[in-house]
Structures are given as C-alpha cells and as structure tokens.
C-alpha cells in the first residue's frame, strides 16, 4: 500500500478505478466512471451480464492509452461475477481477471 508503481500496474489500477468510480463522482470530469457494483442486482438476467462486459469495455477505451478491450462476464450461482478483460494497450497486450462478489467487494484474480 502506498508504494508508487508504473507501466501496466498503474494502468490496470487505473482502469479497476474506472470501473469501481460511480459516473459523475469526478467534478472535473462528469463522463468518468462506471459503477460496476452497482449493477449487481438480485436477478441480473443473461442480457444485463453481457450489457457488464461491454459497459466495461467502453469504460476502459476512455483511457487513451487503451486501443481496445474485449471482455467476457460469466455470472456464477451464487451471484458473483467473473470478469476477464484482453487489454491492447499503449504499453503492451495484457490480461486483467476480477471477481465481484454479490456484496460488492472487488478481487482481483490476475493482472500485469
């Protein structure tokens, strides 16, 4: 905690709190974010997982180091999403995996 990173590292952080920011939360900046939490529902349905992925997507190519993004949403039967996002960027290809538990805590599986 507290320690400087860079290159991919910084990235995929700053992209987690892309997702993790609720839009408007930023006042320089009102089209920042998207609260992947709060879509968590109690009957999320198949569409509303795949409108996750690709509202994951989007929120990531604002990053302008991010050239593109393609991101699979699998809802487990317990209500926890997996999350895996192919990243393209400025700084190389890479990999980032999450779990959002239905309580809204976020877990990182794999990253840069």
Same mark, same amino acid.
């Given at each position: 905690?507290?320690?400087?990173?860079?290159?991919?590292?910084?990235? &995929? !952080?700053? =992209?987690?709190?892309?997702?993790? @920011? $609720?839009?408007?939360? #930023?006042?320089?900046? $009102?089209?920042?974010?998207?609260?992947?939490?709060?879509? =968590?529902?109690?009957?999320?349905?198949?569409? !509303?997982? &795949?409108?996750?992925? &690709?509202?994951?997507?989007?929120?990531?190519?604002?990053?302008?180091?991010? *050239?593109?993004?393609?991101?699979?949403? @699998? #809802? !487990?039967?317990?209500?926890?999403?997996?999350?895996?996002?192919?990243?393209?960027?400025?700084?190389? $290809? *890479?990999?980032?995996? *999450?779990?959002?538990? $239905?309580?809204?805590? =976020?877990?990182?599986?794999?990253?840069?």
């Amino acid at each position: 905690m507290g320690q400087t990173v860079s290159g991919l590292t910084a990235l &995929a !952080q700053a =992209l987690i709190r892309r997702i993790t @920011t $609720p839009r408007g939360r #930023l006042l320089n900046d $009102p089209n920042y974010g998207y609260d992947i939490a709060g879509e =968590l529902e109690d009957d999320v349905t198949t569409q !509303q997982v &795949a409108a996750i992925g &690709a509202n994951v997507d989007a929120e990531f190519l604002k990053d302008q180091r991010v *050239f593109s993004s393609v991101t699979t949403v @699998t #809802l !487990q039967t317990d209500g926890q999403l997996d999350v895996a996002s192919q990243v393209q960027s400025a700084l190389g $290809p *890479f990999s980032l995996v *999450f779990s959002l538990s $239905p309580s809204g805590i =976020l877990t990182i599986v794999s990253g840069p």
